[in-house]
């Protein structure tokens, strides 16, 4: 096996969704082209600090110990656990990130579309840049990720949004699908029919959405980790079930999550190896074994002299060319319940058209329009 990183150039697409680790610049240049439909990608922001965050667990008490009050009154302790972090500090933002647009717009199919997903600090810039490369007619829309969490500002209007840009391959040619979007609930749904109100409606260009719960299942405990929900909209507009999705800064494998719950293959690419472990997490994967598994002391905490390769090596483990973890499928039970729904018995259809006739006879203004009823309506015998 290569050594972790190594770089393998394929020339094609892996046989299944993976998981990759590595610098993206070199991975992506071992893609075939046109190979994508979806391409979402969320770069570091360049706030110019490190992110982190703190893993926190929570473990019930003894009886009689102090601690936090939880569910049904039983003491619980909270503990810190590891630091994950990735530095999202730029000497020259745009050099790094303009080859990594052009090897976006070359793995897009003709249908494809790119979600570029920024803040404040730099969309604008990108808007210029992505009209360089794309060209002006292939921006389809600016999305506003709309969120009201964190630090109150006082000196300026508190930052609440996101910006995700979106750019096709082809103006004339791109996939987009509303009716497969989850539909919305207005916001003042007695100034419509009910009808309508039941009905929900599109979303616009603006998606109010909470950020992931802090204590909610979906967190990984990698810092700015996306919502489910804003990928799954992504996916179900600009895919078809099938389609391959790539996202090479994946983080904590939010896109990689999305798309599987919705059949779609994928390209997940890191260089972070906590970003590599989150995911092995959340999808699943098998934890290294013994053997492989790097020296600890007592409390569990690799030792100093621990080899920092055999810890990557460990993480990687059944890796494909050192680099790549094959993702396990979701199973598909929807051939399960088609097969476990009961069977309604059919309607005696025949039955109805000849009590439709007969009624017919009897009402010389209702006959003609009977008749071709009971017409449409019989049901040959066999």
């Known amino acids: 096996m290569a050594e972790p990183g190594a770089l393998v150039v394929t020339s094609s697409l ?3 969704s993976e998981i990759w680790h590595g610098d993206n610049l070199e991975l992506l240049a071992t893609l075939p082209d046109e190979s994508f439909t979806v391409v ?10 490190s992110q982190a965050r703190h893993v926190t667990t ?5 009886p009689g110990v102090s601690g936090s009050v939880g569910f049904k009154g039983k003491s619980y302790q909270r503990i810190r656990g590891e630091l994950r ?21 070359r793995l897009l199919s003709p249908q494809g579309t790119l979600y570029l997903h920024l803040d404040y600090r730099e969309a604008h810039y990108a808007k210029v840049m992505l009209d360089a490369i794309f060209g002006r007619e292939s921006f389809l ?12 500002a006082t ?13 096709v391959k082809d103006p004339e040619n791109y996939h987009f699908d509303s009716t497969a979007v989850d539909r919305e609930p207005y916001m003042a749904p007695g100034l419509v029919t009910p009808q309508k109100a039941a009905r929900g409606k599109l979303p616009t260009d603006v998606w109010w959405h909470t ?8 967190k990984t405990g990698y810092p700015t980790q996306k919502p489910l929900g804003i990928l799954r909209r992504i996916i179900q507009a600009s895919s078809r079930e099938g389609d391959w999705v790539l996202d090479f800064f994946a983080g904590s494998g939010t896109t990689g999550a999305a798309a599987r ?22 999808f699943g994967m098998p934890v290294p074994e013994a053997e492989d598994a790097p020296v600890t002391d007592a409390s569990g905490d690799p030792e100093p002299s621990a080899d920092p390769e055999a810890l990557l090596r460990a993480l990687l483990a059944d890796a494909r060319d050192g680099f790549a973890l094959a993702v396990p499928a979701l199973p598909d039970t929807r051939a399960t319940r088609a097969k476990a729904k009961p069977k309604v018995p059919a309607k005696p259809r025949a039955k109805k058209a000849a009590v439709a006739n007969k009624s017919a006879a009897k009402s010389p203004v209702t006959k003609a329009p009977a008749a071709r009823a009971a017409a449409a309506e019989t049901v040959p015998a066999e």
Request: proline letters at 7%; charged letters at 30%; hydrophobic letters at 35%.
């Open 40 to 49: 979402y990608i969320d770069p570091p922001f360049n706030t110019g600090r």
């Open 211 to 218: 950020i992931v719960s802090p204590t909610g299942k979906e």
């Open 261 to 282: 719950e919705l059949r779609r293959n994928f390209v997940l690419i890191d260089q972070n190896p906590q970003a590599i472990e989150v995911m092995r997490g959340r």
């Open 85 to 105: 972090t990735y530095d999202d500090t730029f000497d020259d933002y745009w050099a790094f990130l303009e080859p990594r647009l052009l090897e976006a717009w």
């Open 14 to 16: 892996p046989e299944s």
């Open 155 to 167: 000196r300026r209007w508190p930052t609440k949004h996101d910006t995700i840009l979106v750019y």
């Open 141 to 152: 829309n600016e999305l506003i990720w709309a969120y009201d969490y964190g630090a109150k």
């Open 58 to 62: 929570a473990v019930r008490d003894e």
